[in-house]
């Protein structure tokens, strides 16, 4: 009966671990022998287990060794990875080892290479020369890169949870609007002010409901006050900032006065073409024709942002991408150093943005709509926190903390 | 063929009055005639119209004819109502008038009686003798009672838009998270000024979230301030604003902090039982076990409150009624006077006030669930304004504009 | 520093219990010493643990004491319960124990003694002569009733996960709309069909919406052939199915067209007016007023129903109880032998069961709404799986399964 | 006082369109003399009004006539339509008519012409020598383009209701789940079929979640058997449908078992990376490896096919536009001769179709979730039907019904 010795350390009883490494030996018919277990005696102390996975036969085996891994088993001997060059430009080879967004580590030449640019469902190319590895999103291989076959050979760190139990992993654990806010709200500032202060990036993911709602002001003035370094959204959120700075409505609604103005559902069109005539955001703000909202903000502060159009777009606005892949690769761009991404009222972008983040990274997940917020913060990880709310309390109370 | 000439008066245009009359004509299978139509030149000034509506035969006529009195449309020769002694307690005569929560009018020796007390889904019993008409909900009905039967002889106003058209009605149109919530609050907080200026009642109907998200505390102010004249809850808001009260938890959490108590899923019952064995909430005020949280200020102030129970109660508090109908009756006898009624994150207790609420009062409903708001504001008059939002910013803010 | 040694027996590495015991140890500020600890090497072998729990103040270690006996960990050398008799009728004794719906015993001169109806939120009395107890409810304690006061000689055996791990236990695991939802409905067949065969009780908790959107005849001949043993639910649905056996109509919507009957709306009302008539639905029935639908169905074939009422009810139906606490008693006393519970779209009176089933009773909640099974079935138990459907299609397949 | 005389015909007291012609009059702050009305005596007869509306300034007035010209309002004394040249490629001049999705006329040296392709939120271009007007997307504007430009010269055609009374028109009337739905279906099912019959086209837009649920097979019998002439969908529909026939599985998940395959997160990855090696969807057909599913069926078909991308999208496939301009005019193209669409289970593409439909186009729009029904149904128009319902169950009748 083939058998394998795999180890595991970390808070492998704290976070799970274990009980869920026994539990895929036994779900794909293996069994196993503890051959030794230390469980640290606090919290901080590491534990340690050796355990003997046998299975019916050499195939099975490798599935359970293939699954545990993912969880942070690794075999006390291991190999090395198995590279094979891709045959052909945008697809990988049969069988290639299809990454998650943890922490990588690829065995090459009998060392172990961090896989740079942690993403999920991706591949991962080595270059064994430079002593290389990184993931590779499908559509940019190109016919000769070596890529990662199989499990042996490749290691992930799981996430553990942090020691302190506080208030952002209590509300992590589940999704209800029937929740104290304000605590989770300064419990965010917190994150953001860390974040800051550690050098890190924010990100802001929003829809164009932050507008709608009239909290576009309070999102202003976060990015004037510096506390936003990347803004990602899609055409929507742009055109109704837009609409808003040039006729005081969102959706043809004056903000101010809750009432619809005359004619007011033509307002985003023509907010469209009065931005398109002038060449672009970026110009009517040079030019004087946009003074005030989200976006002159990010052009005055001259963050990063990237606008990803969709299928539904009017338009659209000139700084808005309309091809995906290009986008994506837009948003990979400036995706590296950001430790806290916050997302606000649109699934849409927040999945997107989710796909390419690596599980490090803090997420913080607003909508009105549970459904939404439980979609996104369900990645498995201890590291997203869902807050069912209003956007538009939530932003100024955002800023109220922020910036007392 | 059998006609009938019925008249409209009103804003039978502005309210889509003669339009839906002429649909149930049509729908029901009759055929009309407009004798004479005037449309009011301003929007104050009412319209009128004489219409002739025939049917194939009688008995379809006077289903038409019992339909669009419902609209406001009552024959030009108008007839005595027809009373039917009830035989027996608890129930109405067979084909017994069945009331809408409009303002009514019954004919009664050829002189036009208003029903008091306004109530869907009731009869009408009349004493002719000293002329007077009312509603009357079934299990009050006693053997003898004079019951109207029929439609002839009953006449209904429809509601009408108001003339001023302002935040409220539009945001009474339809119901949607993504609106700028701020100016509907104050347009709620103008309401309720208002209403206390001229005299009459603000009621509140509220569930436990509550106090689960920590805005207990406003309505606790709102209520020392006077602003509310009426509570109208379940066993559970009591329960978990007194666990707060007396642990500074709501279903086991901290509110203050946002994190779990230790054994805290059992403080509610403790509240319960301390409740009980000091004989009540108002005891447990006056023993000054109780000090502080909404329903101490409801006994402090001397506001009128009821606490229906349901069949998932724990305990439940000594104050909560249990018998249904008696709560309804409860329920019943504090109405006379509301004019605004705030419906705060609760759907069971809000179905129930509006289902004994006449038409004419204005309904504010506010949930995070859109279903919910739509659910009680779908009344099919302009009186209901539905706020998807989070309930503790919108308490909040309600306190700040009252308090201002 | 004080300390006790604690025992955990079972599957205590699958289930979680060894990981969630260490967790609580730490999370209340004690520490743990693993005396030693034998795991299993297969699933079905259960495994042992010893552990040495210290706390620096013997309150703290009480209360970590309290936390895991409720985990199932219990001190090696275990004392008798301490019973306090009751000082007045209707509330317990201060610091009484608060009841889980776990399988519970009590230790009573020496004598571990299950507590019989296990109900959550209640308190335990205990007869020590006659070597009984049981759960009671805070209402129906009385002056002298022995009741267990804090955690010692309290022991709780929490549920363990099946061996086999099946469809049910793969959609327990998370609420979605997004899955293929046959399979779990041969599941829900299956066990219904099992409990059958071994002897145990059916309970339906059914909503109104079951008769709105036309399924009440798939539930009536569930009824019809046997399936079901105990019908819980309000008066909305026996008025509603009511409605329709006289009127073919539901809330006035015709349920063969689709499309509203004139005067529909005013149906229910006619109907409860009918029953009442004819001095409740046993009579309707008797007297072949009633001859087809959901009650008409239970009344022939003998089934227990209870019928609660709410706040919101028209009406009501004479069999409806209107008073909450018997209403609960007479849920009560349905219960004993009911080994599935099926709750369709109804959140007030599936949320009363479950607050009054055992949690080794199989649960089955299928409602549109996701919040609302979410809500059921988030009972920290591998006996309740969640449904977000159409309760129409679900109820038609089920017949289907059951009657092929 | 300026004033202007307007005219109305068709169903201008059934549809509506009187009182709201007078209300936006009103609200707009003019005045109006009804100078003649005649309104037919049946549901069929078409009705007539002449309306003198007057207004303190110019200014408003043209507001006025711009807002009521919306609603089929001409005046009596029609002017041509203003024509401005475009000054830039890709942008419409100031003040360029903003169309709606009704039928229009733009009023051209006499002569009414209709405007090709209604589509909302567009201009229309003008080629007066050769007499023609069509509606034209912001972005295909070319410099010197007559573009109409205000509101003279243009009229519109309100929708009327039909005629008939059908179930179809009551459940477009509002959102709920709690509705009996065969019947529904039944009438989708007769659409369908009178489209086909008529020789127009139907369109089906559908999400993932028809793959999820296991309706899959019966979307892939509807295309099979001809019911289907258009498919709009995204990446993720073609994906999880590829992934079901290579490996069994939507999501991971066994749709035969509902259980999750080992490994089976990496099958969508899989399933594209097989497609890419093909070379695409169609090229996968050819060569026997793609041999059942939705796609699959299309292709077998020859039915037309537009998979839009978006940013959230792995991959993507190959035949995936990834251009949103481009695929938005590749659904352009494909949309004359629908008659009917059927949007099932996706937010996102079915607004984006939404968005290019003429109004006259009928809706039924299907999703568990009643927010996006509402969403998706709010078009102001009588053509749209909301079912909120399980999408399996509902493709199931559908079939059912189709093939009966």
Redesign the interface.
């Known amino acids: 009966m083939p058998s394998e010795t795999v180890e595991l350390r970390g808070h492998i009883?704290?976070s799970?671990t274990?009980?869920k490494v026994?539990?895929e030996v036994?779900?794909?018919g293996g069994?196993?022998?503890?051959i030794d277990?230390t469980?640290g005696?606090?919290?901080e102390d590491p534990s340690h287990a050796r355990i003997r996975v046998s299975a019916p036969a050499q195939e099975i085996l490798d599935?359970i060794l293939?699954?545990i891994r993912q969880l942070g088993a690794a075999p006390v001997l291991e190999e090395d990875a198995v590279l094979v060059p891709a045959d052909?430009d945008?697809?990988?080879p049969?069988n290639?080892y299809?990454t998650t967004n943890l922490q990588t580590f690829v065995r090459c030449r009998g060392q172990w290479l961090e896989a740079e640019r942690p993403e999920m469902?991706c591949g991962i190319v080595v270059d064994p020369d430079r002593k290389r590895a990184a993931t590779i999103p499908?559509?940019r291989v190109k016919k000769g890169d070596r890529i990662v076959v199989g499990h042996p050979g490749v290691r992930v760190t799981p996430l553990e949870r942090s020691s302190e139990?506080?208030?952002f992993e209590?509300?992590a654990s589940?999704v209800s609007?029937?929740?104290?806010?304000?605590?989770?709200i300064k419990?965010v500032s917190a994150q953001i002010r860390a974040a800051k202060k550690a050098g890190s990036k924010v990100m802001v993911v929003a829809g164009?409901?932050v507008v709608?709602?009239?909290a576009g002001t309070h999102l202003e003035r976060l990015i004037e006050a510096g506390w936003v370094d990347v803004l990602f959204a899609?055409n929507a959120l742009a055109v109704h900032d837009i609409e808003q700075a040039l006729y005081g409505t969102?959706?043809g609604?004056y903000?101010?006065?809750?009432?619809?103005a005359?004619?007011g559902h033509?307002h985003h069109?023509?907010a469209?073409?009065t931005i398109?005539?002038a060449g672009g955001i970026r110009n009517a703000v040079d030019q004087g024709i946009l003074r005030s909202g989200i976006m002159a903000a990010c052009v005055r502060k001259g963050i990063e942002f990237v606008l990803?159009?969709?299928?539904?777009?009017?338009?659209?606005l000139p700084e808005v991408m309309?091809?995906?892949?290009s986008?994506?690769d837009a948003?990979r761009s400036v995706l590296p150093g950001v430790s806290v991404c916050v997302m606000i009222a649109t699934m849409?972008?927040s999945?997107?943005a989710g796909?390419l983040l690596p599980a490090a990274v803090k997420l913080v997940c607003v909508d009105?709509?549970?459904?939404v917020v439980t979609k996104l913060t369900?990645r498995g990880s201890f590291q997203a926190v869902g807050l069912?709310?209003?956007v538009?309390?939530f932003l100024?109370?955002l800023w109220t903390n922020l910036s007392g």
């Open positions: 009883i704290d799970l274990l009980p026994l539990d036994m779900n794909y069994t196993f022998e503890i277990v469980i005696h606090r919290r599935t293939g699954r052909k945008g697809a990988f049969e290639f299809c469902d499908i559509h139990r506080n208030v209590f509300m589940s609007s029937e929740k104290p806010k304000g605590i989770v419990e164009p409901a709608h709602t009239g899609g969102s959706l609604v903000l101010e006065k809750g009432i619809p005359k004619e033509e069109m023509r469209i073409n398109r005539r990803a159009g969709s299928i539904r777009d009017d338009g659209p309309t091809d995906m892949v986008a994506q948003l849409l972008h999945i997107a796909n009105i709509n549970p459904a369900d069912v709310t209003d538009e309390p100024r109370e």
